[in-house]
């Protein structure tokens, strides 16, 4: 069956931003199509006969500047305004990259250009949404027309569905583009676990935590390597510290700062009784000597000699360090490099990342003063996960969520790690929205 090709009948018509609805193109080119390859803008096409001016002609004046078409925003007003905030200041930033005088000062281009770069995106997607905004209005506006059959109507329903589910997701997009990111995600860290309560079990259990971020450090293609260590009687460590060094570490390690409870019968119980014990996880973001300055008057630093592979070399001479922080009492004992200047760097590279810290946890318990944070602080007290295994289950005490136990000690903890971003990311929409709002009272 072959349709009748309908003419434009105004010579003259407008069409709403940002494209022409294809059944103004396609009426130009006056083109019979069948019922088995139609496309949604050919049903446009089709269906506005019913809007007909007279007999196989329609009014597209009509039809397109009716009283009541308009497009209805579908995000926040708040989301609407950053993202207008942002184009503006990207509109401004084009024309002032096109200025001769920006254009002969390279400081100030390229300073210029890293801003742009920075909204490009931001934009892109944002022009992006606003289009198909545009088309899913022009889709309900069509479901309303008088006359359109069954057919026509489901599949303009199912060209409905579709692009708001695009629209969700550019929204979604853009939210996650708004949110501030944290300058410190793209650095290397220090990690830090201790044995905490439950004697020689705890420090089992720390080195079971240790063996699992290394896996997750292999997963992602980063390097590690110890820094310091001291090894539990029965297996485990008391304390160890190493080095990860890659892609984005920190941004996706941070969230792992806290308390990490164990439940099950420990390899030490002889009456199979199941106990609870814990270690503490520290994520340090790692600092160069211009962040973190250190008196050396405020360091007692006194060698020793060192013992395990390396030799007669580090039996006989004094390799190890002992660095002791008067102002803090940190102490650092460090034997894991071969020499005694290397082992003395590797301890001031750790005294800088332990000083950030606790500067940088201070000013997270200020935040969270100001707003309870789901997520958490980071804190060294703040239990965060508990690993069951009597049901082979790890609960992550932020998100509520449950995950299996094999798999996560295996180093599959990526899910876990994504659940505490996403809720972070919502805190931070939540504080974006709240803070807009107060700007327009």
Not at 257 to 279: I, K, L, N, W, Y
Not at 409 to 422: F, M, W
Request: aromatic share 6%; charged share 25%.
């Amino acid at each position: 069956m072959k349709l009748t090709p309908i003419p434009i009948y105004s010579p003259t018509f407008t069409v709403p931003w940002p494209t022409p609805p294809f059944f103004v193109r396609m009426a130009c080119l006056s083109m019979p199509c069948s019922n088995s390859i139609l496309t949604h803008h050919n049903r446009q096409q089709i269906s506005l006969k019913t809007q007909r001016h007279r007999p196989g002609y329609f009014n597209t004046q009509q039809i397109i500047r009716r009283p009541g078409f308009r497009t209805v925003c579908m995000a926040e007003p708040y989301l609407i305004a950053k993202l207008d905030s942002a184009e503006r200041t990207w509109k401004e930033l084009s024309l002032r990259l096109a200025d001769p005088d920006v254009a002969s000062n390279p400081d100030e281009y390229q300073k210029l250009a890293k801003s742009l770069a920075e909204l490009e995106e931001v934009v892109t997607n944002y022009q992006k949404f606003k289009d198909v905004e545009v088309q899913l209005q022009q889709s309900k506006e069509l479901a309303k027309e008088p006359g359109i059959d069954q057919d026509m109507a489901d599949m303009v329903a199912d060209e409905i569905s579709m692009l708001s589910k695009k629209l969700s997701e550019l929204e979604q997009n853009l939210q996650a583009l708004l949110v501030p990111s944290d300058p410190l995600d793209s650095r290397n860290i220090m990690l830090e676990v201790r044995a905490g309560t439950g004697g020689d079990e705890a420090g089992i259990w720390a080195g079971d935590l240790v063996r699992m971020y290394q896996r997750y450090a292999e997963q992602n293609s980063w390097k590690y390597s110890p820094v310091s260590c001291t090894e539990a009687e029965k297996g485990g460590f008391k304390q160890y510290v190493m080095e990860i060094r890659g892609e984005r570490v920190y941004s996706k390690l941070k969230y792992e700062s806290g308390v990490h409870r164990v439940q099950r019968v420990p390899q030490t119980e002889s009456q199979g009784r199941v106990h609870t014990s814990t270690a503490t996880v520290a994520i340090m973001p790692e600092v160069d000597e211009v962040e973190v300055v250190i008196d050396p008057k405020d360091i007692d630093l006194s060698t020793a000699r060192s013992g395990g592979a390396g030799g007669q070399n580090v039996n006989k001479v004094e390799t190890a360090v002992d660095l002791f922080h008067k102002p803090t009492g940190i102490r650092i004992f460090c034997t894991e490099e071969r020499s005694q200047l290397k082992n003395k760097t590797r301890a001031l590279q750790l005294l800088r990342a332990k000083l950030y810290d606790i500067k940088l946890r201070e000013q997270q318990e200020s935040v969270r003063n100001q707003r309870k944070s789901q997520v958490g602080t980071g804190a060294r007290s703040e239990k965060i996960r508990t690993y069951n295994y009597k049901d082979s289950r790890v609960s992550d005490h932020r998100t509520k969520i449950n995950f299996d136990l094999a798999s996560f000690l295996s180093g599959n903890i990526d899910e876990a790690v994504q659940a505490c971003a996403a809720m972070e990311q919502k805190e931070l929409l939540e504080e974006l929205a709240a803070s807009m709002n107060m700007s327009t009272i």
